[in-house]
């Protein structure tokens, strides 16, 4: 594969790259690490970052470029060009649902993303840019990663870990980003208002943070997810701009930057979905991939075609990576009656990293081990919670919601673990475990 002409930092140091003294809360400080963490790197398998070089970082670095970063905060990115935060009273964070480093390399090496090749050439000349590999939170998901990047908290802090959960408080298994059943596209728990999801996440929203001292906060998604959960959960406070089509994101984004108003701190946050929708159903090498990739990149180059006002940091990034998965090689679980008489609840997770809710955590493994050999890591979740995978905070949401046996999936091969309406998906891309496909994403900032 030919890489192209540009180059990524991986900073060593620990410490933030600032002029000012940056004070890191305990719990984001980097634990010793447990045998767990020796035996995933040994295996490959990349660790979320939580200490400076993650998607949590990236969203204390936008509290600390605007002023609203908190002591107890998560530190901002490790490693970041001081000067592109020096001056800065707008951020604006582009977050492409699906878009791992590995992909964005391969497709800005085609040819397929002009305007974002233009800018990762601008970082390598050190042009007011700078390109930083970071991790994602783990599990790789959407519905972890996107809560994260909106309330500056680890998954563990948060509590939404992953698409499909086991809810104590509906007494089965739910869709996550639907807010509902996780075996059937009808109904919803918007028809119990006895739960609402505004308390479902137990932390601050940044939004809420930003206006509460004087800012400015702006999210610009589909209309279709103005009233859905995950809207109401952390993005309430914000101004939504929704869009019905992604051809005007960017139009939606280019008015809100050469409209902005006064000097208030302002915040921008931008969703594009397709890229990850495109990836589970054709895979993340198809031409579908790159095609909806280019549409990305010709939005973005309008959004930010207009006249620059200099004070403005951008910053691409995403909230997973997808690795290719063979639908010839599902692991069908949710076939194996053996394996659900041994569980307390039905499974849920991640299709690449699955939650078995089981008071036989032993026979758990013993089974999967001899029905599926070589096929899972298997990790209790005890030990993954003192590796700290989940992030930092209390984990009494973790041992509610996640089983107390996890199974990863590497290579190209993932679980059915939900069938929606009796239909088996066999997707082409996933993601949810730990390869570095799945897990290194881009962050790309620039000044505007």
């Known amino acids: 594969m030919t890489r192209p002409a540009f180059s990524m930092t991986r900073s060593p140091s620990k410490r933030p790259s600032s002029s000012k003294t940056i004070r890191i809360a305990r719990q984001y400080r980097p634990a010793m690490p447990p045998a767990l963490v020796e035996r995933l790197r040994a295996r490959g398998l990349v660790l979320p970052d939580y200490t400076g070089g993650g998607l949590v970082n990236v969203a204390a670095t936008m509290l600390d470029v605007l002023g609203a970063r908190d002591a107890d905060d998560p530190p901002p990115l490790r490693g970041l060009d001081p000067g592109l935060a020096a001056g800065v009273r707008q951020v604006v964070i582009v977050l492409a649902d699906g878009l791992g480093m590995g992909q964005l390399r391969v497709l800005a090496a085609h040819g397929d993303v002009p305007f974002i090749r233009s800018l990762l050439e601008r970082a390598d000349r050190g042009d007011r840019a700078q390109l930083i590999e970071a991790t994602t939170i783990f599990p790789s998901t959407t519905a972890a990663a996107i809560t994260t990047v909106n309330t500056a908290r680890t998954p563990q802090e948060h509590g939404n870990l992953a698409y499909f959960v086991w809810l104590e408080e509906f007494v089965q298994v739910t869709q996550m980003l639907r807010w509902g059943p996780a075996i059937t596209r009808r109904g919803s728990f918007f028809d119990d208002a006895a739960v609402d999801p505004r308390e479902y996440v137990k932390v601050p929203s940044v939004h809420l943070r930003l206006r509460q001292r004087g800012g400015r906060s702006y999210v610009i998604e589909p209309e279709i997810f103005r009233q859905e959960a995950m809207t109401r959960m952390h993005a309430a406070e914000a101004d939504y701009r929704g869009y019905y089509l992604p051809s005007t994101m960017g139009v939606n984004l280019r008015d809100l930057l050469e409209r902005r108003e006064g000097d208030a701190p302002t915040y921008v946050y931008a ?108 990790i209790d979740r005890e030990e993954a919670i003192d590796a700290g995978l989940f992030g930092r905070g209390d984990p009494e949401v973790v041992r509610r919601r996640v089983g107390e046996v996890c199974g990863m999936l590497t290579d190209d091969r993932a679980a059915s673990i939900v069938r929606v309406e009796g239909q088996t998906f066999r997707h082409r891309g996933s993601h949810g475990g730990m390869t570095p496909a799945e897990m290194n994403i881009p962050v790309l900032a620039w000044r505007t």
């Open 271 to 378: 969703y594009w979905a397709g890229i990850d929708s495109i990836a589970h159903i054709y895979g993340p090498g198809s031409a579908e991939h790159a095609m909806e990739a280019a549409l990305f990149d010709l939005d973005l180059s309008r959004a930010f075609a207009g006249e620059a006002r200099g004070d403005t940091l951008a910053i691409l990034t995403a909230d997973h990576g997808h690795a290719f998965t063979d639908p010839d090689k599902l692991v069908d679980l949710v076939a194996d009656d053996q394996l659900r008489a041994l569980l307390r609840n039905p499974i849920a997770g991640e299709p690449r990293f699955v939650f078995f809710h089981t008071d036989q955590p032993a026979r758990v493994k013993e089974h999967l081990e001899r029905r599926y050999p070589s096929t899972f890591l298997l």
